[in-house]
């Protein structure tokens, strides 16, 4: 274990570390100066273009607030060439599959056995994150979804990815546990080009709209429709004023950051305020054990 410690950043500092077990997913780790949180981990997810510096450049200050860890995956495109959804099919490396086993390292290697993430993820990076809640929602603490190209509907009739009927290349959707992670989606209110990143076909665009911005509102709506049935806490959606599909515009220029911030500190603050009427206060009862 000390030989694995020694791959680790040193606290302020980011390092690119790829873990024996994991050969096939190099991870960039960010260490705060102070760490406060070792419960919780940020993960942030590149888009289809896997600019993993862009990742790190806007989420540091957020660990910074925040004080725990900032992981950002480096899902290459000769290993994970789909990893929007999840694999590129049966027998195929699996993203999902491979980020687990970093949790489950990292949960060894820190002994916390309670900790989760804080995950998210923009446009490729958005579509990953909510599919990985979909299958692994006992790893998810909370998820902020920035401008997704589309998105698995809740909709066990349609085939995965565009719903989510059962496939042979992946594991059940857990779409009850799903729901009740704190989810806040963000989109450009000028997020409204059909340009060639954005996935279209006729299926599509009648079920989830015709760009990015109508994709957001309806798959938000059904999220919400849901989530309202069981009286669980109901998705946030925020149009971003003035922003089309640019990463890091949205993040300062947009207020993306900001509102990311702020929504995972609240979504922390809940979490430890309703704990605390079902549990005799014990810190670590706040957690659930989860597996990998």
Not at 70 to 78: A, I, M, N, R, Y
Not at 103 to 117: F, G, S
Not at 164 to 173: F, K, Q
Request: aromatic share 8%.
């Amino acid at each position: 274990m000390s030989m694995i410690n020694e791959l680790l950043p040193p606290p302020g500092e980011i390092k690119r570390v790829i873990f024996p077990a994991i050969s096939g997913l190099p991870l960039w780790l960010y260490q705060p100066r102070k760490v406060r949180n070792m419960k919780r981990v940020l993960v942030a997810v590149h888009g289809i273009s896997r600019d993993v510096k862009e990742q790190l450049d806007s989420y540091r200050p957020l660990a910074d607030e925040i004080g725990c860890w900032l992981v950002v995956p480096e899902f290459s495109s000769k290993h994970f060439p789909r990893y929007q959804q999840l694999c590129a099919g049966s027998c195929q490396p699996r993203a999902d599959i491979a980020l687990n086993s970093f949790l489950a390292l990292w949960r060894c290697i820190h002994n916390q056995p309670y900790m989760k993430i804080l995950l998210a993820g923009y446009s490729g990076g958005a579509q990953f994150a909510h599919r990985y809640a979909l299958h692994h929602p006992q790893q998810v603490a909370a998820m902020a979804l920035g401008s997704a190209g589309w998105y698995s509907f809740p909709d066990d009739k349609v085939k995965y990815p565009r719903g989510i009927a059962r496939t042979i290349a992946l594991d059940r959707v857990r779409l009850d546990e799903m729901l009740k992670i704190p989810m806040l989606v963000t989109v450009g209110d000028q997020d409204n080009l059909r340009d060639s990143s954005l996935r279209t076909s006729v299926n599509l665009d009648q079920q989830q709209g015709d760009n990015r911005i109508q994709r957001a509102i309806r798959w938000v709506e059904a999220i919400r429709g849901l989530q309202l049935e069981k009286s669980y806490r109901p998705a946030q959606l925020t149009i971003l004023t003035g922003q089309g599909h640019n990463f890091y515009n949205n993040m300062q220029d947009g207020g993306m950051a900001e509102l990311v911030l702020q929504f995972l500190l609240q979504s922390e603050r809940d979490v430890n305020n309703e704990d605390k009427n079902f549990t005799d206060g014990s810190s670590d009862s706040r957690y659930i054990r989860v597996s990998g």
